[in-house]
């Protein structure tokens, strides 16, 4: 019977034949410890010389790493694997015989492992980042279906920006010029406007010539809008669903987040409601823990969102930002017009912001102000103007950034460690 | 209490308010019928002058269409309507009055609904297919993650392609030339030999100077990937993923499916399995029905296509093309290396092909000799040969035309209305 390491509790104490590759083995004098792994896990094969045909045996003493095989044996409970299970092996069969796989368990350099990504996905790290991804991905679809919004892919490419060209990759659409899309927000709103609650989840592109741990060219953002929702209701679907994508990753990724050694712990507290703090009660903080390079007026760096994330235990709204640092088209607080009803979600532990998000203007008169005063004009903002203008409500949305959120979440340092293959800074390979 | 249309089932004979949308209206004399929609869904909205305050009245008379509003009222059963419920109006607020909205319900031409595509998707039809689209999304996901599979995201940008670049966008990526993906299928070989079983999801380009009813500029695609798996496997992957998308539309858009006027007695029936035929019995079927325009070794034109699915009930495979029509990475058949291990699904009704699939070539020699009839050289084809260099194991993958079978299974004549904002041949707005 053919199976899966992922299912092989489902076949205790039978034999079952699984695909897999080798991926790192011990072996003494009459027994070989064969590490496997088939992509949906890792298993231990036990070969014994004394239960195994010769072939079997001087096979497993000579694989090499990343070999693929066909492995029949016995399926066995083994408390002490993070799998929970072992194989006894009663017989190997090589497919193909790997010769000097480039990336052994030694210590390689970024460079070299960037070059080789196509191969250093197999490894466990990069397997347990690319699952722990799977599952806030799957937990997003999930908690957005569950909560009755519609999935609503907006355009790539587009024939303007709500932010400039100077950032934007640029194509000839035939005759025309186009940009590929940096947010899909302007377009979500249409779609909130048709389908009540929606959220996209898609690619989005920033030519931005910065080269940090938290930059990337390429990455994924999840933008959710809301009609009739403000900016407090909005809070508290972001809190939720971070909240559910934390949880479920504890829950559904154990053997990864024991690979990455993640301190889960820090995880566990992850739950609804979050704190909130002003703007001014950050710059009032950050004054007092001594930082003097912030006035009111400037947006956080990142040594600023980490001061302020370190007081908490928790992802951390910062709310009511001025108005001023921000996109044109957020409400202001109408208790206070020089700051938005906006809020970015800080998490934990220096991973910094990973989700932007802000009631949207809905009264026509101020949008036309403010594209006067943003100098706002082309055939974009047209037919956006134009939801102020049919039937306009009061709405809410936001975006959190994929891959910041898998690297919090994993507890890794790089961000391009978090999508499978990164485009950096000088980086369009493999 | 605010609710939304969609949960009024929770509140039958409560009074709740919804913000909503005016979408329609009759009246006359001492009553009028507000039809109500809130992105969620449409309701009828019952409004009496001896039951409401003058205000009230006035108001819903007057209103004009598209104009936002809270509706107060209490919900009863109804079973005349589709959503079963109807509200019988205590009070109406006027959020914003639209006035002159551009969609009236009389008849507009394509070319006008499309420039206000940001507006026409909040007409019923336009609504339903979305509701539609969005169903087949999360049935897509929901299959893949009970079989196992995990999602990975290849990248949009590319430093060189597998079929050439004359159909490809091109950006500068900094100091080098970036294409706009057509496929992730190479990268996707890459993750299953990391992960086992793989799909993406995600935007594709072409940038073809074609204009059918069955083209777009910016389309999406499922690409899954499975290793260990042959040909066989694949179409029955295919088939059951392609039956559950299916019944999970039929089960959960009713509502959409009745505003569709889709036959549904035609998808009752895809369950799998599904037919297979091989090319050469399509190509003899042809030449039966008195087609005399193809010949073997050529490909099917939609003609071809919609012939042969007349015959069928369900989708039909169409397997073992010529090998020189189709992609370099397909494993010959043993028996006849003149054809492919690979197969096109044809949708039933003239929607044509709605999934490519194949077995790749796992053999090292083999793709080595594909390189050179092609003439592939570049760095894609570096790290793309690895994978049959270091473990390499049988594996197949398919790919899913997400507008196609939108268009099919909402059973609309043209696949611009199945995605948000089409991306066509001369329109890149809105
Ligand atoms: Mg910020
Ligand atoms: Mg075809």
Redesign the interface.
């Known amino acids: 019977m ?1 199976t ?1 390491i ?2 092989v509790h489902k076949h205790v104490n039978e034999t079952v034949t699984i ?1 897999a ?2 991926h790192n083995k011990r072996s003494s004098g009459k027994i070989a410890f064969l590490q496997l792994r ?3 896990g890792f298993i231990q094969g036990v070969v014994v010389k004394a239960q195994v045909d010769e072939e079997t045996f001087d096979l497993s003493k000579k694989l090499t790493q ?3 095989l066909y492995v029949t044996g016995n399926i066995v409970e083994d408390t002490r694997s993070p799998l929970g299970y072992e194989m006894q092996v009663e017989k190997v069969e090589l ?2 015989e ?2 000097d ?2 990336i052994t368990p030694k210590e390689h350099g970024t460079e070299f492992l960037m070059d ?1 990504r ?2 250093w ?2 490894s466990s790290k ?2 347990a980042i ?2 722990v ?2 599952e806030i ?2 937990a997003t ?1 999930e908690f957005f ?1 569950q909560e ?1 919004f ?10 303007a920006s709500a932010e400039g060209t100077t950032e934007l ?6 005759d ?1 010029d ?1 940009y ?1 899309s940096q947010s899909g927000q302007l ?1 979500m709103e ?8 929606v959220f996209s989840f ?2 989005t ?1 920033r ?1 931005e ?1 910065s080269k940090t741990r938290r930059h990337l ?2 990455f ?1 953002m999840i933008e959710p809008e809301m ?2 929702m403000d900016h407090d209701d909005s809070l508290e679907v972001q809190e939720q669903y971070v909240s559910h994508v934390v949880q479920s990753v504890l829950k559904n990724c154990k053997i990864e987040l024991n690979t990455l050694e993640r301190d889960t712990s820090k995880l566990e507290n992850i739950k609804a409601p979050f704190p909130r703090i002003t703007y001014d009660e950050a710059i009032e903080f950050l004054h007092e823990k001594g930082f003097d390079d912030i006035q009111w007026g400037d947006d956080f760096g990142a040594p600023h969102e980490t001061a302020i994330a370190e007081s908490y235990d928790k992802p951390v709204f910062i709310t009511h930002f001025p108005l001023e640092i921000k996109a044109f088209y957020m409400k202001p607080d109408p208790n206070n017009p020089n700051v938005a009803l906006c809020a970015d979600l800080i998490a934990p532990e220096g991973y910094g912001e990973i989700i932007g998000g802000s009631e949207r203007i809905d009264d ?1 008169d101020l949008m036309k102000q403010r594209y006067e005063e943003h100098d706002l004009t082309g ?2 903002y047209q ?2 103007l ?2 102020r ?6 709405h809410s949305g936001f975006g959190l950034g994929l891959e910041r959120t898998v690297a919090w979440i994993s507890g890794i340092e790089h961000i391009r460690e978090t ?3 990164p ?1 950096l ?2 980086r ?3």
Chains 1, 2 share one sequence.
């Open positions: 053919k899966t992922a299912n695909g590759w080798l088939d992509g949906t990343e070999s693929s497919i193909q790997a010769v796989y480039p080789h196509h191969l996905l197999r990069q397997h690319m699952k991804r799977n991905i799957r679809y279906n009755g519609v999935k609503v892919d907006p355009p790539i490419l587009t024939g990759f640029h194509t000839k659409y035939f025309e186009a590929l377009y249409a779609a909130a406007m048709a389908l009540g609650r898609g690619p592109f030519a010539k060219i390429e994924w009609a009739f026509l055939p974009a037919w956006y134009q939801l203008e049919y039937g306009s409500v009061p999508i499978p293959f485009r800074l000088n369009l390979y493999p």
